[in-house]
């Protein structure tokens, strides 16, 4: 457990205009199809969060040539298809399981063997539903008798495609047999139960690799190339999301979110909190490098409980932390179901974020699958993130609306996704401390 921990005093608005750092999502893309690339792509908005420079790393350490992240700035020297080099060492993916998820994939490609690790939230999240489709293919990969990390991926093993019906809905694992299909023999096809987030296709596509997506099915042949692109990553709406919960719980806020990714398998959470009577007004909106992007206005407004569409879950899988804390500040009773891929992420959401909302006050019931909550009056409180970066946010937005000080506790996994948070929302309007 880290020793950060916010202590975020009750009231204020929230007002201004901002930036959030860039998507991670479109971030670790940007640097492993960089790095596969024939040519030098050039990132811009990149985020230099722990995870994304986890996955910088890990390529510099299979010997690609990637700048310093400055301003969001990376220039990556793409080696192609099959230019990257054994590393020394196992790879250190700290917190990350997009990173652990996408590479194993990408990684039984290769001639080499390579280790994959990572922290002791990352040790404990199912690695199988990537494994076991890609042992299909004929890879070779061991993981720990429960199925987590350390993954041990050996090379020189030939991959072949394969049709797979994903049995959940996982964009991560989507990614991860698309990136070893592109080393597979035949063609490697994806059936997904319902639309996840669809950067890995576009940045494909982008790049020139031919790929056949229609009706929930993608399928693309090994053996393409990819050419180096300029890639302009949009702001994180994910990270947005703390912002719309926060101005939205706030009286008197109004704020203007700047050039947030608008793809549609992202946008569930907008939906969501307008359904819940938030006021957020999309405008300005344009395409950036493939992605849809917008400048998000919102305003404080009286937010009601809804039965959430499980439709959204997969729309909006990231973002249930801050839409808790919208319902606990809402009238009436929201309910979540579907949403068991909640336990399984940087920590049990359902659970931790149950246990929170209660330590404030709130009538929070977790379900299997979801959560019942009814609305009501934050109290001032402790509550433990457990390591999670988006409950910290999470709890450190609820204290706009609650009684006293909410304190919370292992915050240091905040910069894994927002390095900057506490700087930014105390500039626009957030009462935080790091204690
Ligand atoms: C991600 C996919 C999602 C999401 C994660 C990032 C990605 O995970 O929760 O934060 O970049 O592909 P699943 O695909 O496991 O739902």
Same mark, same amino acid.
């Given at each position: 457990m880290s020793d950060t921990c916010f202590k975020v005093s009750p009231g204020g608005q929230l007002t201004g205009r901002l930036r959030v750092p860039g998507d991670k999502s479109i971030s670790h893309r940007s640097i492993m199809l960089g790095s596969l690339a024939d040519g030098v792509t050039e990132v811009s908005g990149f985020l230099e969060g722990a995870d994304s420079l986890a996955t910088l790393q890990a390529f510099r350490a299979m010997g690609v040539t990637i700048s310093d992240p400055a301003d969001g700035q990376v220039t990556i020297e793409g080696v192609g298809l099959h230019g990257l080099q054994a590393p020394a060492q196992a790879l250190d993916l700290g917190n990350s399981g997009t990173s652990m998820r996408l590479m194993s994939g990408l990684l039984a490609g290769q001639s080499f063997d390579v280790t994959l690790s990572g922290d002791a939230s990352l040790s404990t999240r199912p690695m199988r539903r990537v494994v076991d489709p890609l042992l299909q293919m004929g890879a070779r990969i061991e993981t720990t008798?429960?199925?987590?990390?350390p993954l041990q991926v050996r090379g020189d093993t030939p991959l072949h495609g394969i049709d797979y019906v994903m049995p959940v809905a996982s964009a991560q694992v989507k990614s991860c047999l698309l990136l070893a299909g592109l080393y597979a023999g035949g063609t490697t096809c994806v059936t997904e139960p319902a639309p996840t987030r669809d950067h890995t296709e576009r940045m494909l596509s982008g790049m020139g690799y031919p790929l056949l997506s229609e009706a929930g099915q993608v399928c693309l042949e090994g053996g393409h190339a990819l050419q180096a692109i300029a890639i302009d990553v949009p702001a994180d709406i994910s990270s947005a999301a703390f912002f719309l919960v926060g101005a939205s719980i706030a009286p008197g806020s109004e704020l203007v979110l700047e050039h947030?990714?608008?793809?549609p398998t992202r946008t569930g959470v907008i939906d969501i909190l307008q359904q819940m009577g938030a006021a957020i007004d999309v405008s300005n909106r344009r395409e950036v490098g493939g992605e849809p992007v917008a400048d998000l206005h919102v305003r404080a407004a009286e937010l009601h409980g809804i039965e959430i569409d499980p439709a959204l879950v997969p729309l909006a899988i990231d973002e249930f932390p801050a839409v808790f804390v919208a319902a606990a500040c809402a009238s009436g009773r929201t309910v979540l179901t579907?949403? /068991?891929?909640?336990?399984?992420?940087?920590?049990d959401r359902i659970q931790v974020m149950a246990d929170g909302l209660q330590q404030l006050g709130i009538a929070a019931t977790p379900t299997p699958d979801g959560m019942l909550i009814d609305g009501g009056r934050l109290t001032a409180g402790q509550v433990n993130s457990h390591g999670d970066h988006r409950i910290a946010m999470a709890f450190a937005m609820a204290a706009l609306s609650a009684q006293g000080t909410i304190e919370i506790l292992?915050? /240091?996994?905040?910069?894994?996704?927002?390095?900057g948070f506490v700087g930014l929302a105390s500039k626009t309007g957030l009462a935080i401390e790091i204690g």
């Open positions: 008798t429960a199925g987590t990390a947030v990714g608008m793809n579907g949403a /068991e891929e909640l336990r399984v992420k940087e920590s292992d915050c /240091e996994n905040v910069n894994t996704s927002f390095p």
